[in-house]
């Protein structure tokens, strides 16, 4: 019998089991995807073949009501590693008022000079080291090695805009125009299980077990003793000595809640299975964001259009292994803006991904043409979603509801930063490489013609989060300690604690809560909080 079960191998899943094995704790760890032997894992552009692979799941949005009445998709990491190991490699933090207003609301101990140490533990920065930076942890953070010209472009363009250059969105102030970093070490990615589990699976207390389907946490009383378990065709069930863990991400933590028993009685009762615990909280408060894009072709064959045919995957194949160098090593993704719509000077309420190639999401159409692509996002959308269950079985994925742009704020927002994406790709440093914009187009220009464009465009930034939330009001689902409120020995431990969706990409906040949940867990002293 393990010390600990721990259900999902994602980000924060990862990071805790490797901390708790470094500890001297055993653990078993529980994930629904394979392994992360698939050789494009570990290659930086390599995510870009993976989007449509098996190792994501392709979860389907409910009717988006509030936009053009169409689904749409929200695939998430089914992989050792999670969504560390098919993303985009970026590393953010997102606004140190962000965990400040956690903290607000009766998360103690989650204020931003309380997580710092903590996303300080988890680092390794090849060009930082400071008091928002350190190195020695496991968790490679690098400078790209290859950023193309178009990206350039856009940073240069967007400061002709009126937006300041920053060499570090995770330090001081995150506002500003600049380039990525990314996690990655010796060019390779660097996933959560690459960073945690490479060293933790050589000892002989950790046992990780893939391709598997959790079907419920096993309750006797108000306690959680294990887990029950479909792999190779077979129902297992598997029992702990202390806690079990879910870290299955924002849409599988809450329906394994759910399918356990554990969550709004209503619901649960309309599935036929029994109440064990009632938590209204339970599916709700979900957030993510939602991007557009604002997109020009180009005159020549700039960036990274192309490069994906049989002679060039060839050529920059072998320009990697030999030279560790060229497209291959590139994110793609290479550069980003965060800004305030409203007054340049206040915190960023919208960000922007710069991709130079023409891309839209994956349910939508391919356009075969070299070009530059500014995404953007609103940071903190005030619309709330849910995830529900379709039905009382585990293979049946969930009912989700995103309900993007539901909030007119979040619309508001939304048509302004597309409009400040066009002044960036209507500057000179853009219109080196490119012809004039041709979406939304140049005809576009009312608020009802941009927001009609935004209903029929948006599409997933991939960071659904808060469908556990963390809190003390009655629609928390686990306490500042990450434990299941009512419940002994059940925690959840992934981004669905985040109350209210963090200023950026998730990735590196669900390492650090996994960090600190490791901790808790422990029933060690946190960490000294920073002097920042």
């Given at each position: 019998m393990h010390d600990y079960i721990v259900i999902g191998g994602g980000s924060a899943g990862c990071a805790l089991t490797g901390r708790l094995i470094e500890a001297g704790a055993s653990v078993l760890l529980i994930e629904a995807g394979p392994r992360d032997t698939h050789p494009l894992i570990h290659i930086p552009?390599?995510?870009?073949?993976?989007?449509?692979?098996?190792?994501?799941?392709?979860?389907?949005?409910?009717?988006?009501?509030?936009m053009d009445g169409r689904k749409r998709i929200l695939p998430q990491g089914r992989v050792l590693g999670g969504g560390s190991s098919v993303n985009a490699l970026i590393y953010i933090r997102g606004q140190h008022e962000d965990y400040d207003d956690w903290a607000a609301t009766g998360c103690n101990g989650w204020s931003f000079r309380e997580v710092l140490p903590y996303f300080k533990r988890a680092e390794d920065n090849e060009r930082f080291d400071n008091g928002f930076h350190a190195t020695g942890g496991p968790l490679g953070v690098s400078d790209l090695k290859q950023v193309c010209e178009l990206s350039r472009g856009f940073v240069r363009a967007a400061q002709q805009a009126g937006?300041?250059?920053?060499?570090?969105?995770?330090?001081?102030?995150?506002?500003?125009?600049?380039?990525?970093?990314?996690?990655?070490?010796?060019?390779?990615?660097?996933?959560?299980?690459?960073?945690?589990?490479?060293?933790?699976?050589?000892?002989?207390?950790?046992?990780?077990?893939?391709?598997?389907?959790?079907?419920?946490?096993?309750?006797?009383?108000?306690?959680?003793?294990?887990?029950?378990?479909?792999?190779?065709?077979?129902?297992?069930?598997?029992?702990?000595?202390?806690?079990?863990?879910?870290?299955?991400?924002?849409?599988?933590?809450?329906?394994?809640?759910?399918?356990?028993?554990?969550?709004?009685?209503?619901?649960?009762?309309?599935?036929?299975?029994?109440?064990?615990?009632?938590?209204?909280?339970?599916?709700?408060?979900l957030q993510d964001h939602a991007e557009v894009g604002s997109i020009a072709y180009c005159h020549g064959k700039y960036g990274y259009y192309g490069q994906d045919n049989a002679f060039n995957t060839v050529k920059n194949g072998l320009q990697y292994l030999m030279f560790g160098s060229g497209p291959v090593s590139s994110n793609v993704t290479e550069a980003c803006a965060f800004i305030n719509t409203d007054n340049p000077q206040e915190r960023p309420n919208a960000q922007m991904h710069f991709v130079p190639i023409v891309f839209f999401d994956l349910d939508q159409e391919a356009i075969k043409k070299p070009g530059a692509t500014i995404n953007t996002c609103v940071l903190r959308p005030m619309s709330r979603g849910e995830i529900r269950l379709a039905d009382k079985h585990a293979d049946t994925p969930p009912l989700i509801d995103p309900r993007y742009f539901a909030h007119p704020e979040d619309r508001r927002v939304a048509i302004k930063g597309l409009n400040l994406s066009r002044e960036i790709l209507a500057q000179p440093a853009m219109r080196a490489y490119t012809d004039e914009e041709v979406f939304p187009g140049l005809s576009v220009r009312s608020d009802e013609d941009l927001l009609s464009y935004i209903n029929q465009r948006a599409k997933t930034v991939y960071h659904p989060v808060g469908t556990c939330k963390m809190g003390t009001d009655a629609m928390a689902v686990v306490d500042p300690e990450l434990r299941v409120h009512g419940l002994r020995n059940l925690r959840v431990v992934d981004a669905s604690i985040m109350p209210n969706l963090i200023s950026g990409n998730t990735n590196a906040p669900s390492i650090m809560i996994g960090e600190k949940a490791a901790d808790l867990i422990l029933g060690r002293s946190a960490l000294p909080a920073a002097h920042v």
């Open positions: 552009a390599g995510f870009t073949r993976l989007l449509s692979s098996p190792l994501l799941s392709r979860h389907e949005t409910q009717a988006q009501t509030s937006i300041p250059f920053t060499a570090d969105f995770n330090g001081e102030r995150q506002n500003g125009v600049g380039f990525n970093q990314i996690t990655a070490r010796n060019n390779r990615r660097c996933s959560a299980a690459v960073a945690y589990l490479r060293t933790a699976e050589k000892s002989e207390r950790l046992t990780v077990i893939t391709d598997a389907t959790v079907q419920r946490v096993v309750l006797e009383g108000n306690q959680a003793v294990g887990v029950e378990y479909r792999h190779k065709g077979q129902l297992v069930q598997a029992r702990c000595s202390k806690e079990v863990v879910l870290s299955a991400g924002a849409i599988q933590s809450p329906k394994l809640l759910m399918l356990s028993g554990i969550g709004p009685a209503a619901e649960l009762e309309r599935h036929g299975i029994a109440v064990q615990h009632t938590l209204p909280g339970v599916g709700q408060n």
